[in-house]
């Protein structure tokens, strides 16, 4: 079975633009997780989604906003860019909202130039 | 405000030892506490989770202890193997103020573990 995907696999792109990452969880699963890493650091939360509804947000601006759809696929969109926001972007899925163990997809590489 | 911290960065040592890894954390109420692999470029990988009511958990090489009167877990690898290099993170659930899990993860830094043969 295949475990969480994300697309791309690399980004750069320049201040200022805007970027839409991709995620798709593990089938069956129904919450969707996002989190940023930076360089050095462990990863940092930004939204939680369960049944396209949003059920936790991180302390991030509201540059950052987030989708879940019918099929439970997620979608992470990012406005404005800054050079902060290089970092591996990462989305983990779990089978039910609050579930023990979240699984996490190979992450989205973002540089900002 | 709510803090993790995983005191070592770095940890070296010799194949066949017993590496331990610390994680504290402060002003938190955890559900469970869980640790997590993570190989350069790489999502984390889960390993291991253990409840706020449960002392020690065991898989393979690997024990989990958890003590929230001193709010630290320690994770251990047993004959360690080069193989085991990684970075290692610790991360806490909390609890909604109605006591059901909050299902977000709060990650300490890591501690990446190098196992030389």
């Known amino acids: 079975d295949a475990g969480v995907t994300q697309s791309p696999t690399h980004l750069i792109k320049t201040r200022g633009q805007q970027v839409t990452l991709r995620c798709s969880p593990i089938s069956g699963h129904k919450s969707v997780s996002w989190y940023q890493q930076v360089l050095g650091q462990g990863p940092q939360f930004i939204f939680q989604y369960y049944e396209k509804e949003e059920r936790g947000r991180g302390n991030f601006p509201d540059r950052f906003s987030a989708r879940q759809f019918p099929n439970y696929s997620s979608e992470l969109n990012v406005n404005a860019l800054l050079l902060g926001d290089s970092a591996l972007y990462l989305c983990?899925?779990?089978?039910?909202?609050?579930?023990?163990?979240?699984?996490f997809g190979p992450g989205t590489r973002l540089t900002v130039l | 405000s709510q803090k993790i911290e995983q005191n070592s960065e770095a940890l070296n040592i010799q194949e066949g030892k017993t590496a331990t890894l610390t994680c504290n954390y402060t002003n938190y109420s955890p559900a469970y506490l869980q640790w997590y692999r993570q190989d350069p470029g790489r999502g984390p990988v889960f390993l291991l989770l253990i409840r706020e009511n449960e002392k020690e958990k065991r898989k393979e090489r690997l024990k989990v202890t958890f003590d929230t009167t001193l709010k630290q877990s320690l994770f251990h690898i047993t004959a360690s193997q080069p193989a085991d290099s990684a970075t290692y993170l610790c991360a806490l659930d909390t609890l909604m103020n109605y006591g059901g899990s909050q299902g977000n993860l709060i990650f300490g830094k890591g501690t990446k573990l190098s196992v030389k043969p």
């Open positions: 983990a899925s779990s089978l039910l909202l609050g579930a023990d163990t979240q699984y």
